[in-house]
């Protein structure tokens, strides 16, 4: 049938007629997912502002709390992998395997870097009770129940942006087997092109988050 | 028996045979066959619910089940029905097999996809069904705070958990029609030749891809909420349990839209096919559709008018309201001067459409009575709203979604319906609809409030009126769903475009070939140029 008057292949799916077709199709599908995405955060930090325009001294004292000297580095950490995942698509657009094999796996390096530096963040508020619930204490406040919330907050946006990395780390490491396996070239580079437009979403995710909840505070002396 | 043409042609539904050929099926068409299954299905759930809800309310003393049961009635009717059938219902089944035909696409962009949200929306289903089946929820559909974190002792996460997975159901089907409608036009369609009902879709992507993920993070709130006492809601620790109707309402009322845009889309195609003339002011009615869309999303408030918003806002809201009041006219007043001069037959879907733009107008224009501030805190949860929103999405939604199902039923099935039958099912279901709801505001007017199944002795009378309604409403409702089965294997076969339409998928044989077209079609006019269609030219005016 002259509809079909093509054979499956991972370049040209059957419904598409061309390769740019598809490629045009692919990219704008993650654009609109990632306006899905800026809605689904965009409810928290609703929800954050409601709240710090509503106890702004509770706020800025529990910010203080966070270790701004950790929170930076892991900052410069994401910002790095975001100039490698860029890396790695232009190495996919000229058709270098080799090296958008290094930028990928760099750029999985910087995620579980990353990763790695906010698990140590998390435990030390276990440490120091800064954990929402019953042992829940933040010294320097009276109202305890705001500065939970605080916490609460910073649990709920530092634990759905973490979420993003895993997956974002999952698709890194696919990346990396397809493109070891040779499935990329100059033609077909479709999903590097598109995990690279995720992973700079969820780093900018990032960029609001820091001053957000660490900086609100903070003065240079 | 099947006709040996029939036979001898190969068509999507005898390409493959099988549970697997469809449970993994990429074809558009055989997903939309799954999800008319599956929203049949909650159809009849819902109704079970809505049943045992108006045999409760027969009697003023509230004798058949405990107010604890009649709370989960309510909860789970409200929850069954808009969550699982009527977002899905348009969108997903026919939006779903004739949104890629209508623009000459072999398919929907991604193919695979819509096959997940499909699985999504069953996932979320078992879900939301084992809740029902443990013990129920009690919170009403709209899991208002604090009630739903703190106090319900109820399955409320379990039901949460079951509309997320959901909602990402609804928010795939949105981005895979807009990427489709963008990408996959074939040549000729620009987006002036688009047929109304592609745009109503688009117009309702918008709002599944911009309004659900907010609904999301709203459940993973409460869910916090609910598990980890996170106070974000809770009064005690500082929260504001209103931040969480905010958010709720920023959702479902655009998902009211979500629900009756694509109804509109449908009746702009049966308006226009039963009076042989091109839509009046196409234009305007699919600017219209993008209008609703957009002002759907800035009148969130009015269902806050009574919960500690301020006055100005409510006037703010109260005021932007009334706007979306302008492109549902616009639709309404386009629809009727299309059928001036037309050459109007009476088909059911057409008794169908009829049928829409009468209750959707009293459905819209008692919708201007909840928009005013001052009426709307007198009628506020009572029997008046209720007998609002069942308007436009009995009234209206239903009503267009049965009537698109018997218009595409012979280009699904090949097979045609019953004409007797569907007519007078078409007129059981309007007169049973205004015998059940028509009550309902003269109940709400006097003050009988919503979810409440003791009520004082001088409101039984329209509640009787209001059951005896239902009791027909559901008779019209299984008629349908046995004819249609009968026709599968006794109807008369159909041609490729019984009706005489002019969209392009009347132009492929009836059931469609498994991509759509045989041969790549090429647009080369406007939509709904009746002129185009061979042997039965009219002239217009």
Not at chain 2, 341 to 359: C, D, E, N, Q, V
């Amino acid at each position: 049938m002259a509809s079909e008057g093509h054979a499956e292949t991972l370049a040209l799916r059957e419904q598409f007629d061309t390769a740019d077709q598809q490629k045009d199709a692919s990219t704008l599908g993650m654009w609109v997912f990632l306006i899905t995405e800026i809605m689904f955060f965009g409810g928290m930090f609703l929800a954050y502002s409601v709240y710090r325009s509503s106890y702004p001294v509770v706020f800025a004292v529990a910010s203080s709390s966070l270790n701004a000297v950790i929170g930076a580095v892991n900052t410069a950490v994401l910002l790095c992998s975001s100039f490698t995942m860029v890396m790695a698509v232009r190495a996919a657009q000229l058709g270098q395997r080799r090296a958008i094999l290094i930028f990928l796996i760099l750029t999985l390096i910087l995620g579980m870097v990353f990763l790695g530096v906010k698990a140590y963040e998390w435990n030390e508020k276990f440490v120091e009770h800064h954990v929402p619930g019953p042992t829940f204490h933040l010294e320097g406040v009276e109202m305890q129940g705001p500065a939970q919330i605080f916490f609460s907050l910073y649990f709920a946006m530092t634990g759905l942006h973490a979420l993003h990395m895993v997956i974002g780390v999952g698709l890194l490491t696919w990346l990396i087997i397809a493109t070891y396996r040779g499935r990329f070239s100059a033609q077909y580079m479709t999903p590097v092109d598109i995990a690279g437009l995720y992973w700079h979403f969820v780093d900018i995710i990032w960029i609001f988050l820091f001053p957000l909840l660490y900086l609100i505070d903070r003065h240079l002396r | 028996m099947i006709t040996e043409a029939a036979v001898e042609r190969e068509h999507y539904l005898n390409a493959s045979y099988g549970i697997k050929s469809w449970l993994l099926t990429k074809d558009h068409k055989r997903i939309a066959l799954l999800y008319l299954a599956t929203v049949t299905l909650f159809f009849f759930l819902g109704g079970a619910f809505a049943t045992l809800i108006r045999i409760e309310l027969l009697t003023p003393t509230g004798g058949l089940v405990s107010s604890e049961t009649y709370n989960k009635l309510f909860t789970m009717h409200g929850v069954t029905m808009v969550f699982f059938f009527l977002i899905p219902s348009i969108p997903a089944t026919l939006g779903n097999f004739f949104l890629p035909m209508m623009i000459g696409a072999r398919d929907l962009a991604f193919p695979r996809i819509n096959l997940l949200s499909w699985y999504l929306l069953v996932i979320g289903g078992l879900f939301a069904l084992y809740a029902m089946l443990a013990g129920g929820v009690d919170t009403g559909w709209t899991f208002y705070t604090p009630y739903s974190t703190t106090y319900s002792n109820s399955w409320v996460v379990a039901t949460a958990i079951g509309i997320f997975i959901a909602g990402f159901s609804s928010i795939l089907t949105g981005l895979n029609f807009i990427v489709t409608v963008h990408r996959m036009r074939a040549p000729g369609m620009t987006w002036f030749r688009l047929p109304l009902f592609v745009w109503s879709n688009y117009a309702t992507s918008l709002i599944q891809v911009l309004g659900t993920p907010v609904l999301a993070v709203t459940i993973v709130l409460v869910f916090c909420e609910r598990v980890f006492h996170i106070g974000i809601f809770d009064p005690a620790l500082g929260g504001d349990p209103v931040l969480f109707q905010h958010l709720f309402w920023f959702y479902s009322h655009p998902a009211v839209y979500i629900m009756v845009l694509p109804a509109m889309g449908v009746i702009s195609e049966l308006i226009s096919v039963y009076s042989r003339k091109p839509v009046f002011g196409y234009a305007f009615v699919a600017f219209s559709s993008v209008a609703i869309a957009v002002l759907g999303f800035l009148v969130w408030g009015h269902h806050l008018f009574v919960s500690t918003q301020s006055v100005y806002a409510g006037m703010v809201f109260s005021f932007l309201s009334y706007f979306v009041a302008i492109p549902s006219a616009i639709k309404v007043f386009n629809w009727t001067a299309t059928l001036y001069k037309g050459s109007i037959s009476f088909a059911t879907p057409m008794l169908y459409a009829f049928g829409f733009i009468g209750l959707f107008t009293i459905g819209g224009l008692t919708g201007l009575f909840v928009a005013s501030l001052g009426i709307d805190v007198h009628v506020t949860d009572t029997y008046f709203v209720i007998a609002h929103f069942h308007y436009i999405m009995v009234g209206g939604t239903i009503m267009a979604y049965m009537g698109g199902l018997h218009y595409w039923w012979p280009k699904m099935t090949g097979r045609m319906y019953p004409e007797g039958w569907a007519k007078l099912s078409a007129l059981v279901i309007f007169l049973g609809f205004n015998l059940t709801f028509f009550p309902q505001f003269i109940l709400g007017y006097l003050g009988m409030p919503r979810r409440y199944h003791v009520y004082p002795d001088e409101f039984q009378v329209l509640h009787v009126l209001s059951t005896a309604g239902a009791s027909v409403l559901a008779v019209g409702y299984l008629m349908p769903m046995i004819y249609f089965i009968w026709s599968l294997r006794y109807g008369a076969v159909a041609t490729a475009n019984p009706w005489g339409a002019t969209g392009l998928e009347w132009k492929t044989p009836s059931p469609p070939p498994v991509h759509n077209f045989d041969e790549m079609p090429v647009v080369t006019h406007e939509a709904y140029d009746y002129s185009t269609v061979m042997g039965e030219v009219i002239e217009v005016g």
